[in-house]
């Protein structure tokens, strides 16, 4: 065998992957090659290691005649030296990078010390300013070296000390606690070093405004990776003497400087993104605020995760005494967050809303935020410390592992469970850093391919089947995590819902069983379960479960699906049973305890609001009558009015509006609220929204375009069924938009405006949250589709004029201009009534179109596979069949008849029976098949939380379908027999009035 193929066999042993370039590497380190190679193949990559040396020593000789010999003789000589630079070498493609532009940074790792010293944060806090010509002793360092200069030397002598890190890191066995330590001291002296440059930049305004960096999340923590964004929050004050205006810009402008030498990319690179966004109102907010400022906004407006951010505060830069002076202030309100009603459910719904965002396919590659990732660890250490902290301080270190130490010590977490969930922590956090360090760029996905998870597992120890035992170990602490976290953060102890076995659990499970079976639940294996968590505990609040599930249990058993009653009852405990509140209100409000058994039992829809709205508890034992239009649309302008930015502001506008549908639609299923009223409150409901959507809106577009005024006048008009204040829960809002420029103001400039208004009004209202979207449809419009979303009063007096046919005068029979600028909609209405009211009526010629439209949509509208004699819109004696023949009536007389000019169905038929237009018998046979079918539609969605036109075929849906209809128990065939007959009676009407 060849002396080439027994180095190659080898190399392939002592763990190379391309030995034949290998060979070619080593033989360009000459004597050096030997020595090396047993430390080589101990590197996460050995060929990677080997090629970044070749590359280093090239690199010295030509920056130094010679130093590529003394750096050969240094590694073969000292295996401490050699041990550093081969790890960081086969670790670290952009350390390696560094050290070829930098090559006389190898000498860092020739200490002796550095397998046992941590540098002292002070003096990484002179280095770094050092290297900007900063006097580190002065109360505001001030950068002396010319900006560029100074910026360039910031990042060489970051990544000169993130070198000495890693290094010890790698080859020393640097614990992750420490690193992540150490990584937040380097940091936090940047951030002093980026301010001091910043301060050049500002000159003397710089002195103007006392400046304080807070360190906030993994940075504030001691926790910070290799790399991540640091995020802070800045808080300033004027000095004596200075103006509060002129200081905020001096601070300003300081934390912009300070950001940006961080963040922009030059000659040397980048260091790391600032991010500022955890600040009061966030993006949208002022980028620093006085102390009392934050206090303010704290004290009033803040939610429940910013509280849970403020746990890892800490001041790291710039005025020390004043960012301590804010850490001391944020903490009492951090330490009582968790008296805020539904603080359980905002944190565990923030986490749910965290995992939804991954994207599917990182889903199970995510090592921060995928399940069993880092962040469920971190969230259920700080729930704990957040619910316990309170009073109990020694839980209340920022950084996770210490906090859990603390709180295991404690007895808030089982030994057993808490070493467990450490390892699992330090092995996840550990993986994070070695994916890090590679390129040096901000990730939590472990790679997918082979050569990198073979790099990963030779970094983390396993030296034997790498790929295989990296898998294996990171699976086995995903699991772990998993289990552990589901324990942790939902256990009931947090919702106030302790464990002890109930008097039903002290039964036999089989005879449970079988008597939850004999109320009616489909698992009762389930439904035990749920009894047993909702009864664990000694606690007062098992104990007034106890009270009130025998009760419960019946009213669950009473409703279509007492299987969703009581899971849906055990969820809700589970979100509000730490509130006071909702125990005792259930139990001395039998009322209350009643009505919620009955709609969680019920209807989805509901218990979906319930599960976002969960303190709309407190509703059910108010009157559920809908709000009038007034004080509904007067709240809604006065949440826009406190919030910054067009999307905070529709946001807090749709969570008035989640409220007031759970108000609609409870009141809907327990039989209080008429249907024609729930359509009335529904589009009350939708015009407050917009109303204050578009106020909202319009001010964000003209804030965004830097105009002084808004140089248009809109109005929303609402069509189909929202303008006939007939919609249903399911129903998009149908409307046109009008406009009319300002005086002064150029058509195309105010159309371009109102049409920018109108796409954001829709994307807001229909953007994913935790309330149904509010789809806006402007498809009625002129053109339809193909036309301008936004027209003028002008343009669409000229298309009218030109171009309008029968069926668009038959849509504009339900617009009802009710939103916007009321001379603009006064205008609009005044246009269209000559056409939707011709006073000479319609021609036969006329009559025959609308006629021929209907048979049109009855033909090709209907889905396929759908039953004619029973679907709820388009089969016969449906929505569609009644609507036509009252719109008929309308266009036909109307201009004779003033009572018809209504876009209110029932309203136009009693006008229709008034004028002698209609037999009062027929009238009455269309009013009773128009309320029906929409509270047929009402109830479907209700049933099922979401519409449809057919009756559910699913027998629980379809008997809660009927109950929700007013039927009892066991009358579901009843409701079918009751449906079918009313749709033929309407049919038959419709026959004579419409088709004659």
Not at 625 to 637: F, R, V, Y
Not at 974 to 981: A, G, K, Q
């Amino acid at each position: 065998m060849s002396r080439a193929a027994t180095t190659q066999g080898t190399l392939t042993r002592l763990g190379f992957q391309d030995p034949e370039q290998s060979i070619a590497d080593l033989a360009r380190l000459g004597d050096a090659a030997e020595p090396l190679l047993a430390l080589l193949a101990g590197t996460a990559d050995p060929d990677l290691a080997l090629a970044q040396l070749v590359r280093l020593r090239e690199a010295a000789e030509q920056r130094n005649d010679g130093d590529g010999h003394t750096l050969l003789q240094a590694v073969v000589d000292d295996e401490g030296t050699a041990m550093r630079l081969l790890s960081v070498l086969g670790a670290s493609e952009a350390l390696g990078d560094h050290l070829c532009r930098h090559p006389e940074h190898w000498r860092e790792l020739t200490d002796p010390t550095m397998g046992s010293t941590r540098p002292a944060a002070y003096a990484v806090r002179e280095g770094m300013l050092a290297v900007v010509g900063a006097d580190p002793h002065a109360a505001a360092p001030v950068a002396t070296l010319p900006d560029a200069e100074a910026v360039d030397a910031l990042r060489v002598e970051y990544r000169r000390v993130l070198l000495r890190l890693a290094a010890r890191d790698l080859a020393h066995h640097l614990p992750v606690d420490d690193a992540a330590a150490e990584l937040s001291d380097l940091a936090a002296a940047t951030l002093e070093a980026a301010l001091a440059v910043a301060r050049q930049r500002v000159g003397d305004d710089a002195a103007l405004a006392r400046l304080a960096v807070v360190a906030m999340g993994k940075c504030g923590g001691h926790e910070l990776n290799y790399v991540s964004d640091v995020d802070v929050v800045f808080v300033h004050e004027p000095v004596e003497g200075a103006s509060p205006d002129r200081a905020l810009r001096a601070a300003t402008q300081l934390a912009s400087h300070l950001m940006r030498v961080c963040s922009d990319h030059t000659g040397e690179g980048t260091i790391w993104p600032v991010d500022a966004a955890l600040r009061p109102e966030g993006k949208a907010g002022p980028l620093t605020r006085t102390l009392a400022s934050h206090q303010g906004y704290y004290e009033r407006w803040a939610q429940t995760w910013e509280f849970q951010a403020l746990l890892k505060a800490r001041a790291v830069a710039g005025d020390l005494e004043l960012g301590r002076a804010y850490v001391a202030m944020v903490q009492p309100m951090v330490w009582s967050a968790v008296e805020r009603d539904g603080f359980v459910a905002d944190t565990q719904a923030m986490r749910r809303r965290v995992i939804a965002h991954i994207p599917a396919q990182e889903a199970e590659r995510q090592l921060k935020l995928g399940s069993g990732g880092l962040r469920d660890v971190e969230f259920a250490v700080q729930l704990l410390q957040l619910v316990h902290g309170r009073a109990d301080e020694s839980i209340r270190p920022p950084t996770t592992l210490s906090a859990l130490a603390r709180l295991t010590e404690g007895g808030y977490v089982g030994r057993a469970d808490g070493e467990a969930l450490h390892e699992a922590y330090a092995f996840l956090r550990t993986l994070e850093h070695r994916i890090q360090l590679f390129r040096l760029r901000r990730t939590h996905v472990v790679p997918d391919d082979e050569r990198s998870l073979r790099r990963l597992g030779r970094s983390m120890g396993f030296s034997k089947d790498p790929v295989a035992s990296l898998r294996d170990a990171w699976q086995h602490h995903r699991r772990e995590v998993r289990r552990l976290h589901e324990k942790l953060f939902y256990r009931p102890l947090l919702t106030a819902v302790a464990r002890l076995d109930s008097g039903e659990a002290r039964l036999t499970p089989e005879s449970a069983t079988r008597r939850l079976a004999a109320l009616g639940f489909a698992d009762p294996r389930a439904a035990l379960r749920h009894l047993e968590s909702l009864t664990a505990g000694v606690s007062r609040t098992a104990n007034i479960h106890r009270q009130l599930l025998p009760a419960m249990l019946d009213w669950f058993a009473e409703a279509p699906d007492p299987d969703a009653g009581l899971f849906g009852f055990r969820r809700l405990s589970e979100s509000l049973g730490s509130s006071p509140w909702f125990l005792t209100t259930l139990r001395d409000e039998g009322e209350v305890a009643e009505r919620l058994a009955r709609l969680l039992a019920t209807s989805r829809y509901v218990t979906n609001l319930l599960e976002h709205e969960p303190a709309g508890v407190r509703m059910l034992g108010q009157d559920l009558a809908p709000l009038a239009a007034e004080p509904l649309t007067e709240e809604m302008l006065a949440t826009v009015r406190r919030r910054d930015g067009a999307e905070a502001g529709v946001r807090a506008v749709r969570g008035v509006r989640r409220r007031e549908l759970l108000r609609i639609a409870a009141g809907d299923v327990l039989g209080l609220t008429d249907v024609a009223d729930v359509g009335a409150a529904l589009s009350r409901l939708t015009d407050a929204t917009l109303e204050a959507a578009l106020a909202a809106v319009v001010e964000g577009v003209r804030v965004s375009r830097d105009l002084e005024r808004a140089p248009v006048r809109m109005a929303v008009v609402a069509m189909g069924r929202y303008g006939g204040f007939e919609l249903s829960y399911g129903s998009d809002a149908d409307v046109l938009f009008v406009h009319e420029a300002e005086e002064g103001v150029d058509q195309h400039d105010a159309t371009r405006f109102a049409r920018a208004v109108a796409d954001e009004l829709r994307r807001l209202l229909a953007l994913p949250g935790d309330d149904p979207p509010l789809v806006v449809d402007a498809d009625l419009r002129p053109e339809g589709r193909q036309g301008p979303l936004v027209r003028s009063l002008d343009s669409y007096a000229a298309y009218y004029a030109k171009w309008s046919h029968v069926w668009e005068a038959q849509a504009l029979l339900r617009a009802d201009a009710v939103v916007g600028d009321r001379g603009v909609r006064a205008s609009f209405e005044a246009l269209i009534d000559p056409l939707r009211y011709p006073e000479r009526g319609l021609s036969e010629a006329e009559v025959t179109e609308v006629r021929r439209i209907k048979a049109r949509v009855d033909q090709e509208r209907l889905p396929r596979g759908a039953d004619p004699l029973s679907h709820l819109k388009l089969g016969r004696g449906g929505l569609a069949d009644i609507e036509w023949s009252v719109q008929l009536l309308q266009m036909r007389f109307a201009g004779r008849t003033p009572g018809l000019r209504t876009s209110r169905t029932l309203e136009a038929l009693a006008a229709a029976v008034e004028a002698g237009h209609l037999d009062a018998e027929d009238a009455e046979v269309l009013r009773t098949g128009w309320r029906w079918v929409s509270r047929v539609r009402n109830a479907i969605t209700l049933v099922r939380g979401k519409g449809a036109d057919l009756l559910p075929t699913d027998i629980r849906e379809r008997a809660a379908v009927a109950a929700v209809l007013g039927y009892p128990a066991g009358a579901t065939e009843e409701m079918v027999n009751d449906h079918l007959r009313t749709m033929r009676r309407s049919h038959a009407v419709v026959d004579r009035v419409f088709w004659e």
